[in-house]
């Protein structure tokens, strides 16, 4: 009997023995196709030696050094990497353990800015729904995903959210793409004169949405609407790229392709691309100074922040996407996946859309092509598709209610960095027939 607390308690998951490029395996010698790198993690692939000799060489010199008295080389190594790589106004990274946290962070931040500057009635946090922040309280509560919300409500703190820019269903007819992306971006003015220019601290979103709507990207205009009015209002404009962000839409920072400055910034997941626990809230120069020249002393924190060895293996990731030109594998097998994805679903009958950037991609199915119709969510079509994709030997991400937390379904990919023609042919041909066997027992 197993004294792991598991994610799901009716659930048997088989127990990973190895791991090697894109393929994971099994005690039982069985290999699986990560063509979501777990959640979006693993974009190098399984068992990179540089990676895991960059650890090996930070534990030959010591494995701990609390940031309460000490920085560390790799840590300054790896703030000046991203920093030199990151939109120019960001200029200090704070190394975290995760993208929670990361989003706990910059959301503490926000709030001790504000009042470092003397404006200590913004507290207010703005995001959007159908938004996935985290599953620590405060980020839950920035999240717009409503299923993961509820059982916690009362605990967390009090936000409000803005629709979602989701072009598939959002957009009217008659309506152009950029008029549409106005109109949704205009919710966020209306929201903050609703609550009032001088509570609301900051609006949160994710560049392009991962889990909870399965890689959405806003249409061309929308972020800098957004921008623009939260330069007039005083707003802090929070971009979360745990998910998005280290590569998968084919640039480092997922929001370099909406031309926009973030005032804080969010990352993790391929940050360490599974061989450690890392994530990094980076803010402005601006932001940095506000506490350098008032209190001196950011008000958060954890045991592991700026972990040594977490740090060298997020370095030497970095490095690795820079210096093997990963960026333009990713653009150009992201296209190449997409166009299969295209091929071979794009007039089928219950897929209703597929999008992304890079290789961040999604697919949303649907009970009826013509009307978008979703499936009625008793059938759990993202589970089922979850559980036979997986003995069909894809690991992959589905998710429900992807149109309002209740309704609809998608299958989220994100494979590694380093995948080839055959195993794209292979991710459509386990797609294909995984949706098959779903839909035959609808």
């Given amino acids: 009997m197993s004294h792991v607390f598991p994610r799901h308690s009716k659930t048997n998951p088989p127990i990973a023995a190895g791991g090697k490029g894109v393929y994971l395996t099994d005690i039982n010698g069985k290999q699986y196709l990560d063509a979501s790198g777990g959640a979006a993690v693993s974009c190098l692939g399984h068992g990179d030696v540089e990676i895991i000799d960059a650890i090996k060489t930070q534990l030959d010199r010591f494995e701990f050094a609390h940031t309460g008295f000490f920085t560390s080389e790799v840590a300054e190594s790896l703030a000046d990497l991203l920093i030199e790589n990151a ?23 926000a709030r001790q800015y504000f009042i470092e500057i003397g404006h ?3 507290h207010k946090v703005i995001a959007r729904l159908q938004s996935y922040h985290g ?42 793409e950029y008029d549409y992306g106005q109109r949704v971006a205009n919710e966020l003015e209306a929201e903050i004169q609703r609550l009032g220019a001088d509570q609301v601290m ?10 909870t709507m399965g890689a959405v990207p806003a249409v061309d205009g929308y972020f800098k609407r957004i921008r623009e009015i939260c330069d007039e209002y005083n707003i802090l404009l929070i971009l979360d790229e745990v998910m998005c962000g280290m ?6 920072f997922a929001c370099e392709q909406e031309n926009v400055l973030p005032d804080i910034l969010t990352i993790a997941k391929g940050l360490g691309a599974g061989y450690q626990p890392i994530g990094a809230m980076l803010c402005s120069g601006e932001i940095y100074a506000a506490l350098e020249n008032g209190s001196g002393f950011f008000q958060h924190g954890h045991t592991y922040i700026g972990h040594p060895v977490a740090c060298a293996a997020a370095y030497a990731v970095v490095n690795a996407i820079l210096q093997r030109d990963l960026l333009t594998a ?6 190449q996946l997409h166009i299969a994805l295209q091929a071979q679903f794009s007039e089928h ?16 199915f649907v009970a009826d092509r013509t009307s978008k119709k979703p499936f009625d969510s008793s059938l759990a079509i993202n589970k089922r598709f979850k559980k036979l994709a997986f003995e069909n030997g894809l690991i992959c991400y589905p998710m429900g209610g992807t149109i309002d937390g209740k309704q609809g379904d998608h299958v989220l990919l994100a494979p590694p960095f380093i995948l080839d023609d055959n195993h794209i042919d292979e991710i459509i041909s386990k797609l294909d027939d995984t949706l098959k066997q779903v839909l035959a027992k609808v």
């Fill in 247 to 252: 590569g998968p839409t084919g640039n480092l």
């Fill in 202 to 211: 900051a609006f949160v979103a994710e560049p392009v949405v991962g889990a």
């Fill in 330 to 335: 990713v653009q150009n097998r992201g296209k």
């Fill in 135 to 176: 599953n620590t309280l405060g980020a839950l509560a920035t999240g717009g995903n409503m299923w993961r919300r509820e059982p916690f409500s009362p605990l967390m703190i009090d936000t409000t959210h803005i629709s979602p820019c989701y072009q598939y269903r959002g957009q009217l007819d008659g309506e152009s």
């Fill in 87 to 109: 939109p120019h106004n960001l200029d200090r990274v704070y190394i975290v353990t995760g993208g929670s946290e990361a989003i706990e962070a910059a959301i503490k931040l």
């Fill in 120 to 122: 200590p009635k913004k």
């Fill in 349 to 364: 009958p219950n897929v209703g859309d597929i999008r992304g950037r890079g290789l961040f991609l999604g697919m949303e």
